[in-house]
């Protein structure tokens, strides 16, 4: 559910961390070997203090330090004693170097935004099962539905596997409803998760309605949405007609990622989209230098 602030989430992660911390700390207090060596190291540090006041020589103590804290991580691994937190890289504090780190990143777009959450998500190129598509008709562009899907898999393997730098800037996979797209953009978000990028995969009634919100003053804000590595909006045209209201929204955030050369797939069963929008919209969809548009055509899946 997408009914959290920022703050919120901040008191969640400080919260969590100090949870995290206290049980840490307990562990190490339960071990002996441990407390021995903590016990040298509060001498060692007050032996060095001393040396410091009576102009003596502290660099000794400073290596008698390190040894001491290279033992008390080997003790730590030998008692089996590993700090435990969700989040290694940010020690579940959400910010790593005074940025967020990517898992306070992806609480954001969940429940601030009311993102999919990934970890769910089942499909993955690694399962893509390419016998459930038509490999007897070919389509217009004289290919068959596997041919085409095949194709469309690998490019948007390849647009993960070397990402950010992909050939084309953006994605946009057009076509009819229950043909595949849905299932490639999953995967897409899927492995980009897997593979650490900053990802946040949005269906459009969830995107418009954080605009809607950000409209009517509610606290939301867009730059998470704006700086996100990877921005993928499925089914784009789905969303009620009734907040065309938010098209300026749609405009203002496809405007401010083209030109500051993040990465956006969309996915849309809208053939036009200049008539469902505007002019300015579809051209930043479309934009032929920035873009690779993938049709889908075929028979739907979901009949079958
Ligand atoms: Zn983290």
Excluded: W
Excluded at 45 to 63: S, T
Excluded at 64 to 75: H, I
């Amino acid at each position: 559910m997408a009914n959290k602030t920022i703050s919120d989430l901040l008191a969640d992660f400080e919260l969590r961390h100090a949870q995290k911390s206290y049980a840490n700390e307990r562990r190490r207090v339960r071990s002996k070997i441990i407390q021995g060596i903590e016990e040298e190291k509060r001498a060692l540090l007050l032996k060095k203090l001393e040396c410091a006041f009576l102009q003596g020589e502290a660099r000794a103590c400073d290596k008698e330090l390190a040894a001491l804290e290279q033992r008390e991580q080997e003790a730590l691994r030998a008692e089996g004693i590993a700090e435990e937190y969700d989040c290694p890289a940010c020690r579940d504090t959400g910010v790593i170097g005074g940025k967020y780190c990517n898992c306070f990143l992806y609480e954001v777009y969940r429940l601030v935004y009311g993102a999919v959450d990934l970890k769910t998500l089942t499909e993955s190129f690694d399962t893509f099962d390419r016998s459930v598509f038509d490999d007897k008709l070919p389509q217009k562009s004289g290919k068959t539905q596997r041919q085409m899907m095949e194709l469309y898999r690998k490019i948007c393997e390849d647009y993960i596997g070397v990402f950010p730098k992909t050939v084309k800037q953006n994605i946009l996979l057009r076509g009819k409803a229950g043909l595949g797209k849905t299932y490639l953009l999953n995967c897409m978000a899927k492995e980009a998760h897997k593979k650490g990028i900053d990802v946040c995969l949005m269906r459009s009634a969830a995107l418009f309605d954080v605009f809607f919100k950000h409209r009517m003053g509610e606290e939301v804000p867009l730059e998470f949405l704006r700086n996100v590595q990877l921005l993928l909006i499925d089914d784009l045209g789905t969303e009620p007609v009734t907040q065309n209201v938010s098209t300026e929204y749609l405009f203002d955030l496809l405007n401010r990622r083209l030109e500051a050369g993040l990465h956006t797939v969309v996915a849309t069963n809208i053939d036009d989209l200049q008539k469902r929008y505007d002019e300015r919209i579809s051209s930043r969809l479309e934009a032929k230098q920035a873009c690779a548009t993938l049709f889908f055509d075929g028979e739907d899946l979901r009949l079958k």
